[in-house]
Nanobody, 127 residues
Framework: QVQLVESGGGLVQAGASLRLSCTAS????????MGWFRQVPGKERDLVAA????????YYADSVKGRSAISRDNAKNTVYLQMNSLKPEDTAVYYC????????????????????WGQGTQVTVSS
């Protein structure tokens, strides 16, 4: 069972950038499709960006498209989310998630297909 640990959140002003990192345990990281979700109190956890396990195909929610970039380094067991031009509406707890191991070689966009979750990292964007 993979364990995920996020880092890189914080308090920033609107227009700033942040890079979130998520490091996985074990030596099977490349077998997992990965995603970043975010959640605000009282709302569902929504997919922000996702990346396939090998080819690096990506998906972005419309709300972050053009301002964010997801990437992964399988040698370092780490997935990143670079967020630029941050807005107050980006304020949320950001969660890293992994699919089942040996998932299909496509981007996974359904929340139900993610089975492992990190503890979350808070991102707060002030206006």
């Amino acid at each position: 069972q993979v364990q995920l640990v996020e880092s890189g959140g914080g308090l920033v002003q609107a227009g700033a950038s942040l890079r979130l990192s998520c490091t996985a345990s074990g030596n099977t990281f490349s077998t997992y499709a990965m995603g970043w979700f975010r959640q605000v109190p009282g709302k569902e956890r929504d997919l922000v960006a996702a990346i396939s396990r090998v080819s690096g195909d990506t998906y972005y929610a419309d709300s972050v498209k053009g301002r964010s970039a997801i990437s992964r380094d399988n040698a370092k067991n780490t997935v990143y989310l670079q967020m630029n031009s941050l807005k107050p509406e980006d304020t949320a707890v950001y969660y890293c998630a992994a699919s089942s191991p040996w998932s299909p070689l496509v981007v996974v966009t359904s929340r139900g297909d993610y089975h492992y979750w990190g503890q979350g990292t808070q991102v707060t964007v002030s206006s």
